[in-house]
């Protein structure tokens, strides 16, 4: 008997990035896996992304464009397009990693609550910046996240089961909580030991740090207490300071 194969749902979410939009396109249509359900939200671009998007509209499951109130609000109404087995958030700019990474990720275990992986970084031309500086855990439970979001969103499938809407209180940090909550109901939790992802550097939690800084701390509070997350923020500083001086050895 053939074994059942899970339909992914690929949700993309793009406001006027005509530059990157068809990479992110073709490395979801490229896929070698059958069964992906791609859902593509467009925040009313007028920049020429519709245009491209176009180019692909018979090969994309569901298509919406309209104005939309932030990037986790377009993720939300990307959650509820969504009928497949699993989901993942593949945004304008990123990439899988390869044409075969959604087969490889679901030939990794069999029926896991959640799929991971790690994450290579790409600057704006799609030259490799290396691996993100938060690897990817041996083993992630929800805990996992106590000292940064060691998994990005690009490198994590979820059974949809699972899901709820992204918190709309938070304007750029709502994925930690996110994957947070959903991995509180994983039972099976699989690493695909391998890189699963392209993430494109940037964005605006790179922009407005403070305030991404502010509500990862809330975050933390409420899903880890306030005193660990205190003594948490100690050992991620020490961890950064760290990280940039040995890098700043490596370069100079």
Do not use: C
Request: no cysteine; charged share 25%.
């Amino acid at each position: 008997m053939a074994k059942v194969r899970p339909i992914l749902s690929v949700i993309t979410i793009v406001y006027n990035n005509v530059k990157d939009i068809e990479r992110t396109l073709l490395s979801v249509l490229n896929q070698t896996y059958p069964n992906i359900e791609y859902i593509v939200v467009d925040g009313l671009s007028n920049d020429g992304t519709l245009g491209i998007i176009m180019k692909y509209e018979n090969r994309i499951a569901k298509f919406s464009s309209e104005k939309d109130e932030g990037i986790y609000d377009a993720m939300n109404k990307g959650l509820a397009l969504a009928s497949g087995d699993y989901v993942i958030f593949m945004n304008s700019g990123d990439e899988f990693f390869e044409a075969d990474t959604v087969a490889a990720v679901f030939a990794s275990g069999d029926d896991a609550d959640i799929y991971y992986g790690e994450t290579e970084m790409i600057d704006s031309s799609g030259l490799s910046l290396g691996q993100r500086r938060h690897k990817a855990p041996k083993q992630f439970t929800w805990r996992g996240f106590n000292l940064g979001m060691s998994i990005s969103h690009q490198a994590i499938y979820i059974k949809r089961s699972l899901i709820e809407p992204y918190d709309r209180k938070y304007q750029l940090s709502a994925d930690i909580d996110w994957i947070i909550r959903a991995a509180k109901k994983a039972k099976k939790i699989v690493n695909v030991n391998g890189y699963v992802a392209k993430y494109l550097v940037g964005g605006m939690s790179k922009t407005k740090h403070r305030q991404s800084l502010a509500e990862r701390f809330d975050i933390m509070k409420r899903h880890y207490g306030l005193i660990p997350t205190i003594f948490n923020h100690f050992i991620i500083a020490a961890n950064l300071g760290w990280y940039w001086l040995r890098n700043r050895r490596t370069n100079d």
